[in-house]
């Protein structure tokens, strides 16, 4: 009985086993799945390339089977890719020379440097923030200046070959007791043998002073410091008769300079007009050369002491306000000093950001 059972049961086993095998497919990698599939595509554009009679000779391999996994993925090798695509789209392009893309070049650069962005900031930018009003400063041209008709402030800055382009645009100054400067700057300005104003002095500086924005371009030597040092040095001592500064406060005004020798050079500038100042009774006013090559704890005694005009490289400055040693919530007036050639010839370009927050 017990043999009778056990031969039954070794049976049942084998038919099952043999169910089994009759169920079994091989598995077939993903790489070789591929490969096949790749091969019936080929073969099936082969056979629609063909005539009709060549390809119903040709049988097609049957496809591979696919993994349920797989079954709803669309077909990658039907389709060509992004590469490919954009291979096609540049050899169907038509061919541009250096010189249309050279061109094509600059009328981009136009089309980013708008009416609507310039002299704004990118936080400004972002924030489509305009300014529609000038700073306010407390300097006001003598009644002839306001008064002066535009035929003849035109034929001032034709007589000055002077070239302007803005709206309502501040009348020339012949003379540097038009612009009410103080008498010890006066004074200070006879003392060097400057008389009289140079072209870009006489329209610079009543612009700046009234507190407009204001690109300034003129050759090396024509006076373009005095255009936003004299300001700056009005602007630190109206702000300090008003409320003095207190430590760790400042600056108001800041001069950005691509050199460490332009920078000394404006600097010492600065000096000589506060030195007169200061002895005629005029409040202390403290500038802050901030370079680099100097030992940065002389500039942060200074800084301590609170400062009203800072002189500037771009790198040190940039090393101060990431370390928390200076900020610029009081800044008023950001100038910036930077030389470039124009038609072959060097130039100093002078930018006045008048207003800008930081």
Known sequence: MAATAASSTAAAAAASNSDEEEDYEEYIPVAKRRAMEAERLRQLRLAKSAPSSAASTLPLPPPPPLLPAQASV?????????????????????????????IQQEKEVIENLSDNKSLRSVREIAKGIIYTEPIQTGWKPPLRLRHMPLAKANELRRKWHIIVDG???????????????????????RERGIVQPTPIQVQGLPVVLSGRDMIGIAFTGSGKTLVFVLPLIMVAVQEETLMPIVPGEGPFGMIICPSRELAKQTYDVIEQFLIPLKEAGYPEIRPLLCIGGVDMRTQLDVLKKGVHIVVATPGRLKDLLAKKK?????????????????????????????????
Request: glycine share 2%.
């Open 74 to 102: 669309p077909d990658a090798a039907a389709k060509p890719s992004l590469l490919v695509k954009a291979t096609q789209l540049k050899r169907e392009a038509p061919e541009v020379t250096a010189t249309e893309q050279r």
């Open 167 to 189: 709206d309502d645009v501040p009348p020339p100054a012949r003379d540097f007791r038009d612009l009410r400067l103080p008498e010890p700057m006066l004074r200070k300005l």
């Open 326 to 358: 200076m900020n610029l919530d009081n800044c008023r007036c950001s100038m910036q000093q930077k030389h470039v050639s124009v038609a072959n010839s060097w130039v100093s370009s002078c930018y006045l950001f008048n207003g800008v927050p930081m």
